[in-house]
């Protein structure tokens, strides 16, 4: 198994989140349930802050949770929000000025990119087709689209979960296209709002980090230069990792944030004047969410003991491994009764649906558990509910709550 949050860690007996007892939320809210730290979030928010540089910008990527009262605590908190579609666009509208919600992701529609000018927030433009569509649907609409490029770098993040550099993509503008595309929006009318670079995902290594954020920094003074125009913000991406299997470190962010003061003392000229923010989603709520699910058989197959609970993978996919991981590793887990308790019996953790892939635990050391105990999965804050397919066998939705 991964490695249980620092905030669960050290827990002993019935586990508490943000101070509430696991088994009374439950009680009041019912089997699965996903509880979300909100002092958590703020704290992880705080950590951020105090790590980097004052001038850097905390985006939020809503992907990674889009649950509305987690995401109106997370507005205050941060200096904009990143979506991915028209419906996660109306979800940060709620919350968040258009002129702090940027919206990225392949494929936007026309009614999409509508709605993001209408409203004044920056697209993301992911090709030179999308830039010729968005410049035509501001002038039916009679508004300038603000807007950036995406561009998809040159580079790739090193030791990083999920590459999005340095080969072919479906999401970016190439590196190599990207200043005729700056151009053709300028020309066009749009109001020019800057880089978006996103070099890759769920990254522990810090080292990585870092000479990805130098290499983006580098990238964009050199598009900036050939374009001939300052960008007004550079969204240097993220990811900064999760720790969520054995044998993960977390991810040092101090170290990540001197490297990046001093790699924007370094700054070219032209990028001397250019807001910098990074785009965070799994670090900054990842560890603040906790899956409970209720076992409700407990059998005995050829010598192995499964615990059968009434969630899985419908709500989890992640924690099944089957949400972008090549080899299938245990998440965090505990018997949420008796944390802190030692190991007795070698189990596996099975959802309630009809498929071999739904295991949440796959022979993991528990304490003696038995039909009615709650199993806590942890590191489900982020990609859970919305990450997964949910309708598969038709059980209803489980509850979500905030806590904290
Ligand atoms: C998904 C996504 C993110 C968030 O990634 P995490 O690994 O959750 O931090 C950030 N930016 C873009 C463009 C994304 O698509």
């Known amino acids: 198994m991964g490695p249980l949050p620092p905030a669960f860690a050290r827990q002993q007996g019935a586990l508490t ?32 802050r105090a790590a980097m540089p004052v001038a850097i910008g905390l985006h939020y990527a809503i992907k990674a949770n889009p649950y509305a009262p987690l995401l109106a605590a997370m507005a205050p908190l941060v200096d904009g929000l990143d979506v991915a579609s028209g419906g996660e666009l109306e979800r940060a509208l709620a919350v968040k000025p258009a002129g702090a919600v940027s919206f990225a992701g392949p494929g936007k529609r026309d009614d999409e990119l509508a709605a993001a000018i209408a409203a004044g927030a920056t697209l993301n433009i992911e090709s030179a087709g999308e830039a010729r569509r968005a410049l035509a649907v501001g002038e039916r ?99 900064f990792g999760v720790p969520y299997f054995a044998g993960d470190v977390a991810l ?79 998440y965090p887990l505990a018997v949420a009764g008796r944390m802190g308790a030692v190991g007795e019996e070698e189990v596996s953790v099975v959802g309630c649906l009809c498929t071999p892939l739904d295991r949440l635990g796959d022979r993991v050391l528990l304490p003696r558990t038995a039909e009615g105990d709650e199993i806590a999965v942890f590191l489900a804050g982020a990609y859970g509910l919305t990450a997964s397919p949910s309708a598969f066998l038709g059980h209803p939705a489980p509850a979500e709550v905030v806590v904290g």
């Open 17 to 48: 989140i943000a101070g509430e007892d696991a088994a009374a939320l439950v009680a009041a809210h019912g089997s699965p349930l996903f509880v979300y730290d909100l002092a958590g979030v703020a704290a992880q928010v705080a950590r951020f």
């Open 141 to 239: 609409l009679g508004i300038a689209p603000r807007a950036a490029v995406r561009v998809n770098p040159d580079l790739e993040l090193r030791g990083s979960g999920m590459k999005m550099g340095g080969r072919a993509s479906p999401f970016g503008i190439d590196a190599e296209e990207a200043v005729a595309v700056v151009r053709a929006l300028i020309a066009g009318g749009a109001t020019w709002r800057g880089f978006h670079i996103f070099a890759g995902s769920q990254a522990l290594d810090a080292g990585a980090l870092i000479e990805t954020q130098a290499a983006t920094l580098a990238l964009a003074a050199r598009l900036a230069d050939a374009a001939g125009v300052a960008p007004p913000l550079v969204n240097l991406g993220g990811g």
């Open 252 to 330: 040092d962010v101090e170290r990540v944030g001197a490297a990046l003061t001093e790699s924007l003392e370094r700054r070219a000229d032209v990028l001397a004047d250019s807001g910098i923010a990074l785009e965070l989603g799994r670090w900054l709520v990842a560890e603040a969410g906790v899956y409970l699910t209720r076992v409700v058989d407990r059998k005995v197959s050829r010598g192995e003991t499964f615990l059968v609970v009434d969630g899985g993978l419908h709500h989890q996919l992640a924690a099944s491994g089957n949400f972008g991981t090549v080899v299938r590793r245990n």
